[in-house]
C-alpha cells in the first residue's frame, strides 16, 4: 500500500483541513518526485455570505497559524484580513481588564470563513476558506462543487456523490463536525464528541471595538465565555457554554448591556449553533483512510485551523512517507493526533482553574492585582498576560501556558496579590 505516479487522492471536504491535507499532499509528494492525482470534493460555495458558504466559526487565525502559512508559500493577502487584533478586553464583574498583545510578533488576525453574514450589505468580505481552496485549484487540485454521499472501503476504497462514482487510493475524509461523515459502517469510524455554540453577526458601531475583542463570562447562566469578535464592518458573537438557550446571543447582549448600541432594536445578521469538538474521533484512520482536522482531533475551543494545518500535515507525511497501511497511519499520524489529545488535558486542568478562580471573589481580586501589578513590567516579563493571551488566541500549547501558570514567577506575583488582600482585610 505505497503511494505511486499516477495514485489518486479524494479529499472529501474543501476548507481549510482539507485544502491543507492538498497542499501538503502535492508538497511532499514533489519532494518524493511522486505525480498525484488529487480531488476535493466540497458542496459549499464559500464565496456565499451566511451559512450556507461558512463554516461556522469565530474566525481568528493565530500568529502560529500565519507562520505556518508560509512554510506552503502562503502569504494571507490583505483582503481576507477583516481586523488585526491587538488586544484581549476582559469583563469581569463590571470591571475591564485589558490584556495587551504580549510582543509585535504574534500578530493574530480575524477573517470570515464565507462571504460575511446573511443579511450584511456589499461590498461583502473575501472568504479565507474560499482563498485557501483557491490555492489549492492553482496549485494543480481538481476541486469539484459536489457531496460526497458514500465512502465504501475496498481493495481502493469507492467515493460517490449524486452523479459519480470514483475508486481512490486513499481518501481523506475533511468535513468536520457541522455535516455528516458519509462513511459507510464498516469503516467503525465514530465522530468526535462535541458542544454546540452560539453565534451571531452584528454591525460594528464606529470605532466600539476597534483592534480589541472583548471577553464576557458573567451572563447568559451556563456560559463559559463569551467573545465579541471585530471583523471589518461587523462584529463576531461567538458564545461557548453548556446547554445554552436557543435565544443565547439576545439573551447575552442585553444581559451585558450591549443593546444601547442598537437603539433601532435587534441588529442581528446571520445566527448559527455550531458544534466544537471537545474530545477525539475513534476509528479516524484505517487501511487507505484518514479523518483529519475537527473529523479527528482540534484543539480544545481554540485554534481549530491551527490543529487542521498540524493534522493534515501528519497524515500526508505518512501517506506519502510511509504508506497507507493501517500500521502506516498508527505510526506516522496517530502520535500527533495523541499529542493534541495530551496537550488537551492541560487545557482542561487550566479552565478547570479558572472557574475555581472566578467563584472565589479573594482570588479573583489577588489575580487581577497581578494583572496589573505586572502591567509597568517589559512585554518579555508579564507572564499573567502571556498566559491570557495565549488562553484566548490559542497561540501557545495548553502544556506551555500550564507551565507558566505553575511557575516561580506567575505563583509570587499571584501570591503578593493574596497577601495584600489580607492587608486589606
Known amino acids: 500500500m505505497r503511494l505511486e505516479n499516477g495514485s489518486r487522492v479524494i479529499i472529501v471536504g474543501g476548507g481549510p483541513a482539507g485544502s491543507f491535507a492538498a497542499l501538503h499532499l502535492l508538497r511532499l509528494a514533489a519532494e518524493a518526485s511522486l505525480r498525484l492525482e488529487v480531488m476535493i470534493l466540497e458542496a459549499r460555495d464559500f464565496n456565499r455570505p451566511g451559512p450556507g458558504g461558512c463554516n461556522k466559526c469565530a474566525g481568528i487565525l493565530s500568529s502560529t497559524v500565519i507562520r505556518k502559512l508560509q512554510t506552503l508559500g502562503l502569504s494571507l493577502p490583505p483582503d481576507v484580513i477583516q481586523t488585526e487584533i491587538e488586544a484581549y478586553v476582559l469583563h469581569l464583574g463590571g470591571a475591564q481588564l485589558p490584556i495587551r498583545r504580549p510582543d509585535a510578533t504574534r500578530r493574530i488576525f480575524s477573517v470570515y470563513r464565507g462571504s460575511g453574514p446573511r443579511l450584511g450589505q456589499p461590498q461583502f468580505p473575501r472568504s479565507f476558506d474560499g482563498w485557501l481552496l483557491d490555492q489549492a485549484r492553482e496549485r494543480g487540485v481538481d ?3 459536489a457531496r460526497a454521499q458514500t465512502i465504501r472501503p475496498g481493495v481502493r476504497p469507492a467515493v460517490a456523490t449524486a452523479h459519480d462514482r470514483w475508486e481512490a487510493d486513499l481518501v481523506i475524509l475533511a468535513t468536520g463536525v457541522n455535516a455528516r461523515a458519509p ?25 466600539f471595538l476597534d483592534s480589541s475583542v472583548h471577553i464576557f463570562f458573567d451572563h447568559p447562566p451556563g456560559l463559559i465565555f463569551g467573545g465579541l469578535i471585530p471583523k471589518g464592518r461587523y462584529a463576531n458573537i461567538s458564545l461557548l457554554g453548556r446547554k445554552l438557550p436557543p435565544d443565547a446571543v439576545s439573551d447575552f447582549l442585553e444581559g451585558q448591556g450591549l443593546t444601547s448600541l442598537f437603539p433601532n432594536g435587534s441588529a442581528l445578521l446571520c445566527g448559527c449553533a455550531p458544534r466544537v469538538v471537545i474530545a477525539p474521533a475513534s476509528g479516524y484512520y484505517a487501511d487507505r483512510f484518514a479523518a483529519v482536522g475537527d473529523a479527528a482531533i482540534t484543539r480544545l475551543y481554540k485554534d481549530g485551523i491551527g490543529a487542521s494545518f498540524i493534522t493534515a500535515e501528519a497524515a500526508a507525511r505518512a501517506a506519502v512517507e510511509r504508506g497507507l497501511s493501517r500500521a502506516d497511519f498508527a505510526a506516522g499520524y496517530r502520535p500527533v493526533c495523541q499529542r493534541i489529545a495530551a496537550d488537551n488535558l492541560f487545557g482542561r486542568l487550566l479552565f478547570r482553574s479558572w472557574d475555581a478562580t472566578r467563584g472565589s471573589p479573594f482570588l479573583m481580586k489577588a489575580w487581577r492585582r497581578a494583572i496589573v501589578a505586572e502591567a509597568d513590567q517589559p512585554p518579555a516579563t508579564r507572564i499573567h498576560t502571556r498566559i491570557l493571551w495565549g488562553m484566548f488566541t490559542g497561540d501557545e500549547s495548553y502544556r506551555q501556558i500550564f507551565l507558566l501558570s505553575i511557575g516561580r514567577r506567575a505563583l509570587a506575583e499571584f501570591l503578593q496579590g493574596m497577601i495584600q488582600n489580607r492587608r486589606e482585610g
Open 143 to 145: 476541486v469539484r462543487r
Open 183 to 207: 462513511l459507510a459502517a464498516e469503516w467503525g469510524y465514530r465522530p468526535p464528541r462535541t458542544e454546540t455554540m452560539a453565534q451571531d453577526e452584528v454591525p460594528l458601531p464606529s470605532g
